[in-house]
């Protein structure tokens, strides 16, 4: 989920507020970027997707097939049916669909966050305090 993203779940004053939403956008330029969502969504089957995103992001430079399934045994995925999610059709339609959705969107990278269909967009950065600042301001605690 990203430290910072993990932190305000953790906040007693905002994690009550807020619902974290992932939604897949792999960027074409990026050859490593499918296989890490289509392997993100294997995880997530197996109620390890936040785990496995945090690895892959914590090593993006170190993305390859075998990296992948290095991370799922790891964690210990099942790993007969992690490579049967990866290669599902409904896993690749999955993605796709987020994908769309961000078209739709019109996203053009990655991060992009939404509070509360906002686009987030800060000159303090993706830090716990600048979200913690919107929410606040937006949606105050009632």
Known sequence: MGPPLKQLTEDPTIGSRIKVVFK???LSFH???RPAALASVAAQNQGKFWEYGDKVFANIR???PENLR???EEM??????????IAAPATAAMVD???AEGRRA???GTPTIYI????FQSTAGYSPAAFKSIINRYFPQN
């Open 31 to 33: 050859q490593q970027a």
């Open 70 to 72: 290095k991370w799922a």
């Open 62 to 64: 170190e993305i390859n």
């Open 24 to 26: 897949h956008f792999p």
């Open 76 to 85: 210990g995925l099942d790993m007969a049916k992690y490579d049967a999610d």
């Open 116 to 119: 509360n269909g906002r686009k």
């Open 106 to 108: 019109g996203l053009r």
């Open 97 to 99: 669909q987020d994908i």
